[in-house]
């Protein structure tokens, strides 16, 4: 058995140096190494020995045995490695790899972005589940104040206290941030807050629960509406080409006063009118106006020195104007036949 075991030893050895190929490493492996290659019938054997000669020839079987499988697997590794290299035809063209790109709402908010970064603006965030207090009664939007229900939104608890107050909330506008940058950065200042929203709608083509906004501010001394029509005109020449006009219409919003309708000339028809301006001739794009002296005081701004302007308008609906789209769900539905478009 010991002499039948070194020359078996020996021969495998020879074979394992001999490898040329993956063809030879299969080879061996089902001639030696498979359930009923040749070791494993030697150490079937074993159970016909005697008890005696079975406890040393075992030993000495499982220690060949371990030998020859790691001197194999070394040799084994570097042709895996290699796999099918002989049927490889380095003349052949690559395969190109496909290559992401950019969301369509994330193309119009670098656009916006670089443009009031050149202006002096500076880029800010804050956080998506905010309090009741930044997102509605900094902003002049005390409980039970009427204005609330028009930004119907998602309130969340801990989960812990059925009888806990809801103060928590899927922030319904991105102007919680103007209160937060007041507060941290104080004045001057010059800030655009791009990012998430969410509210509770009944869902359609120009309707959805998350959608994307984006506003500035402005606060310092001797800011008044002149500075707010001019900084609205050079952002429509810019999204919209030279020929664009803006024309303001009062609207009532509760963080600003007076507050305004900003509405350019629609640069589909070249404010001829159409179906998309509703035979008008103008968009409306964005909602603006001085910013109200209690949210400068909930900022931490003093409003007898200070003033201030907000401007803002949605990512998704300028998204849904320049890319022709019909239907607001769309950017949301991870469809790839529809993003691949852009």
């Known amino acids: 058995m010991k002499s039948k075991l070194q020359n078996l030893k020996d021969e495998i050895l020879e074979k394992i140096n001999e490898i040329k190929s993956e063809a030879d490493v299969k080879e061996i492996e089902l001639r030696y190494f498979s359930r009923k290659g040749e070791i494993s019938e030697i ?43 002989e049927n490889l035809d380095i003349t052949l063209p690559g395969v190109a790899m496909k290559r992401g790109h950019l969301h369509p709402i994330t193309i119009i908010q670098r656009e916006v972005e670089d443009l009031f970064t050149g202006l002096g603006f500076s880029i800010i965030s804050g956080p998506e589940l905010e309090s009741d207090y930044f997102n509605f009664t900094a902003l002049n939007m005390p409980p039970l104040h009427p204005a609330r229900d028009m930004q119907d939104t998602f309130y969340v608890t801990n989960g812990k206290d059925d009888n806990e107050e809801l103060d928590m909330v899927m922030r319904t506008h991105t102007s919680p941030v103007q209160i937060r940058a007041m507060q941290k950065y104080g004045a001057p200042l010059k800030a655009i807050i791009p990012g998430r929203c969410f509210r509770n709608e009944a869902t ?37 080409g030279p020929e664009t006009k803006l024309r ?6 509760p963080f600003v006063e007076p507050g305004n309708n900003g509405e350019y000339t629609c640069f589909l028809c070249n404010g001829k009118g159409c179906k998309v301006c509703k035979q008008t001739g103008w968009l409306e794009i964005v909602g603006a106006g001085l910013i109200h002296p209690n949210v400068l005081r ?45």
């Open 43 to 85: 150490m079937h054997s074993l159970k016909d020995l005697s008890l005696e000669l079975r406890k040393e020839f075992g030993v000495l079987a499982n220690k060949t045995k371990k030998e020859l499988e790691e001197a194999f697997s070394k040799v084994k590794n570097n042709f895996s490695n290699d796999e099918n290299c």
């Open 248 to 253: 303001m219409r009062p609207k009532f919003f």
């Open 298 to 342: 909930a900022g931490g701004i003093d409003p007898e020195k200070y003033s201030g302007l907000a401007f803002g308008f949605g990512l998704t609906r300028l998204a849904m104007l320049k890319y022709g789209v019909n239907d607001t769900r769309l950017f949301n539905s991870g469809d790839l036949k529809f993003l691949q478009q852009f």
């Open 204 to 240: 359609d083509a120009r309707h959805e629960h998350t959608f994307y906004q984006f506003e500035g501010l402005m606060v310092g001394e001797n800011i008044n509406f002149s500075n707010l029509k001019n900084l609205l005109e050079i952002v429509g020449i810019k999204l919209f």
